[in-house]
T-cell receptor, first 113, second 113 residues
Framework: AQSVSQHNHHVILSEAASLELGCNYS??????LFWYVQYPGQHLQLLLK??????LVKGIKGFEAEFIKSKFSFNLRKPSVQWSDTAEYFC???????????FGAGTRLAVHP | GAVVSQHPSRVICKSGTSVKIECRSL??????MFWYRQFPKQSLMLMAT?????????EQGVEKDKFLINHASLTLSTLTVTSAHPEDSSFYIC?????????FGPGTRLTVT
């Protein structure tokens, strides 16, 4: 069965630090990849997505992610985090032409001023 | 972007009663909607895929007689938790497919006493 692994469950950073959140998936075929963010008390929002083409994807709020097919990875990065980036981040995968999303366990990010 | 609403946002019910949660796509039509359940500090688990005009497709382990899904129109899907028990207390989130993306509702916090 397909699965998504997020290795960091809880990350604590100071403002201006760089961020990288890991995401690996298990599926050998075509995938669509997503990163969602859930701010405290708010609903899930799409940060960025990869469908095809350039494996380096830029999203909103300065986030980017790189799809490395050989590593089955889609890590999320931001060069300099802000306090307002405090949230929970979910990696998700859509496989094989199906519409349903498979989510990772999520990473809770806390940014201290 | 597309907007999905859920009602109610929060509900408390007594054990043994039934609760209905509504999911609406406000500015687009969605033939497919999804229902997720999110436990505290955990990821979203897909419960079922709701298809307008046909029966929902339930994920393995989800009781279809307990979690009744109706998708009677292109903008509305409902989830009814029948004979609710305290273990059904959770955060229920819906999403609507505006292909190729899913848009998420704000969630419904269900507490069964």
């Amino acid at each position: 069965a397909q699965s998504v692994s997020q290795h960091n469950h809880h990350v604590i950073l100071s403002e201006a630090a760089s961020l990288e959140l890991g995401c690996n998936y298990s599926y050998g075929g075509t995938v669509n990849l997503f990163w969602y963010v859930q701010y405290p008390g708010q609903h899930l929002q799409l940060l960025l997505k990869y469908f095809s083409g350039d494996p380096l994807v830029k999203g909103i709020k300065g986030f980017e992610a790189e799809f490395i097919k050989s590593k089955f990875s889609f890590n999320l990065r931001k060069p300099s985090v802000q306090w307002s980036d405090t949230a929970e981040y979910f990696c998700a995968v859509k496989t094989g032409g199906y519409n349903k999303l498979i989510f990772g366990a999520g990473t809770r990010l806390a940014v201290h001023p | 972007g597309a907007v999905v609403s859920q009602h109610p946002s929060r509900v408390i019910c007594k054990s043994g009663t039934s609760v209905k949660i509504e999911c609406r796509s406000l500015d687009f039509q969605a033939t497919t909607m999804f229902w997720y359940r999110q436990f505290p500090k955990q990821s979203l688990m897909l419960m079922a895929t709701s298809n307008e005009g046909s029966k929902a497709t339930y994920e393995q382990g989800v009781e279809k007689d307990k979690f009744l899904i109706n998708h009677a129109s292109l903008t509305l899907s409902t989830l009814t938790v029948t004979s609710a028990h305290p273990e059904d207390s959770s955060f229920y989130i819906c999403s609507a497919l505006d292909s190729p993306e899913q848009y998420f509702g704000p969630g419904t916090r269900l507490t069964v006493t």
